[in-house]
T-cell receptor
Framework: DAMVIQNPRYQVTQFGKPVTLSCSQT?????MYWYQQKSSQAPKLLFH???????NEADTPDNFQSRRPNTSFCFLDIRSPGLGDAAMYLC?????????????FGPGTRLTVT | AQTVTQSQPEMSVQEAETVTLSCTYD???????LFWYKQPPSRQMILVIR??????QNATENRFSVNFQKAAKSFSLKISDSQLGDAAMYFC????????????FGTGTRLTVIP
């Protein structure tokens, strides 16, 4: 089945140690999104790619970076994780263009910072 | 900025009964989309139902229906004949019709279904 895959599902990293989260999709969607979801809070958009065009939300910390080497893959890099970065990270994809296109979500990666 | 508010952190319902989850939002736009997403434990978020603001008719998907009150900026979800598989976190979300495809989520309502 076509889907959005996130690896790993659970990631533990040390304070200040760089970490990379991975997202892949078999839907061939133009747009890929990264959301941060802290405990008991709403998912919050960090950034998204429209094809190769990177769009950063204004309040996304510089500590968070992203790469999209091809249509299928997108990575979230946290350069120096702090305790406050512990959260569930959700990847989503959608088609793009005029009209409405649904966002499809992956299962998320739960990041723990020790 | 758009905000979405879900005032019920937790709700419970007896199996086969009906439950309504509340959502209010704030926007200056006249046309937009509203959504309810379901996030089961340890599983991905999936779309339950979608409403377009310019459509007055309330959206319905099988046992799921909404009560969309545009003037009041209210968008509640009704689940009829609740099933054990309905137990999940439910998020209300908003998206503007034009511009970026960003979703703005509420903080969610955790629904428990009691057998």
């Amino acid at each position: 089945d076509a889907m959005v895959i996130q690896n790993p599902r659970y990631q533990v990293t040390q304070f200040g140690k760089p970490v990379t989260l991975s997202c892949s999709q078999t839907l061939n969607h133009n747009v890929m999104y990264w959301y941060q979801q802290k405990s008991s809070q709403a998912p919050k958009l960090l950034f998204h790619y429209y094809d190769k065009d990177f769009n950063n939300e204004a309040d996304t910390p510089d500590n968070f970076q992203s790469r999209r080497p091809n249509t299928s893959f997108c990575f979230l890099d946290i350069r120096s994780p702090g305790l406050g970065d512990a959260a569930m990270y959700l990847c989503a994809t959608s088609r793009a263009g005029p009209g409405y296109y649904e966002q499809y979500f992956g299962p998320g990666t739960r990041l723990t910072v020790t | 900025a758009q905000t979405v508010t879900q005032s019920q952190p937790e709700m419970s319902v007896q199996e086969a009964e009906t439950v309504t989850l509340s959502c209010t939002y704030d926007t200056s736009e006249s046309d937009y989309y509203l959504f309810w997403y379901k996030q089961p434990p340890s599983r991905q978020m999936i779309l339950v139902i979608r409403q377009e603001a310019y459509k007055q008719q309330n959206a319905t998907e099988n046992r799921f229906s909404v009560n969309f009150q545009k003037a009041a900026k209210s968008f509640s979800l009704k689940i009829s004949d609740s099933q054990l598989g309905d137990a999940a976190m439910y998020f209300c979300a908003y998206r503007a019709k034009t511009g970026a495809n960003n979703l703005f989520f509420g903080t969610g309502t955790r629904l428990t279904v009691i057998p």
